[in-house]
């Protein structure tokens, strides 16, 4: 595959990322299904230095949904310690090279002994000024809503708010990626063409690339075409063609 590189003004802010057919690339190859979590860790790094090396701001990977709980006990077993794994083994990396890394997503359903090593993770890589990299892990789009209706509600019975002042900028707010904007573009790849619970508020703009590339074989080159794509995109927000090309005047 020849490489693809954007034009630096069009690279997207935030990319968004559902790291989606390990388990195919695992089943084709005669394998259990966690040895194809464990290749797709090769593609997390070459998705994260590939958005370091193109100037993207954040990077947000959904690696585990609130519904991936469902799975076998055996396959959930095996990611979590792969998580713990790759936290010990990738975060120093990440920190040498200026990464800030942050989990979002139900914490507390995790083992005390990953809530702690996330935090030490991210207490570490705190003070990084280069990529933001967000993790999805124990997330869902509705319960991210959710909680932050909670939030805005709990504002509202302290008195800080009233019910007129609510408004999307204060759930907005309340939501895990609250303080980032929101993804410019998401990106899925395996093949399946749908967002599966990931950033539902925040993706209302997003433009969509969808791939067939499963993700352990997704590489820096696939990224490219990815922001190639997205670069020949005119994102309009609800105007008109004719007013975009006329603001751009």
């Not at 991936?68 to 006990?73: D, K, S």
């Not at 979590?80 to 920190?95: D, G, I, N, Q, T």
């Not at 309340?174 to 410019?184: I, K, N, S």
């Amino acid at each position: 595959m020849t490489s693809v590189t954007a034009e630096p003004a069009n690279i997207p802010t935030h990319v968004a990322v559902i790291m989606d057919g390990n388990g195919r690339w695992a089943r084709a190859r005669g394998k259990a299904r966690h040895a194809g979590h464990r290749a797709g860790v090769k593609s997390v790094r070459a998705t994260v230095e590939a958005a370091a090396e193109r100037g993207v701001a954040h990077l947000t990977l959904f690696a585990f949904s609130s519904e991936n709980w469902r799975r076998p006990e055996e396959e959930v077993s095996s990611l979590m310690k792969l998580f713990v794994e790759a936290l010990r083994r990738e975060v120093s990396e990440l920190h040498r090279n200026n990464v800030r890394l942050r989990f979002i997503g139900a914490r507390e359903q995790l083992s005390d002994s990953l809530q702690r090593k996330i935090a030490a993770a991210e207490e570490t890589t705190a003070g990084n000024t280069g990529l933001m990299l967000n993790v999805a892990v124990a997330y869902g789009g509705r319960w991210d809503i959710v909680h932050a209706a909670r939030v805005v509600a709990q504002r509202v019975a302290s008195g800080e708010l009233t019910a007129s002042e609510v408004n999307e900028n204060e759930i907005a707010s309340a939501l895990q990626l609250g303080d980032t904007p929101d993804p410019d573009l998401l990106i899925r790849t395996g093949g399946e063409q749908r967002i599966s619970n990931f950033l539902l508020w925040n993706l209302a703009y997003a433009e969509l690339w969808f791939t067939d590339v499963l993700w352990p074989e997704f590489d820096k080159q696939d990224f490219d075409a990815a922001l190639a794509a997205f670069s020949a995109k005119q994102r309009r927000y609800g105007h008109t063609g004719e007013q975009v090309e006329a603001a751009e005047c």
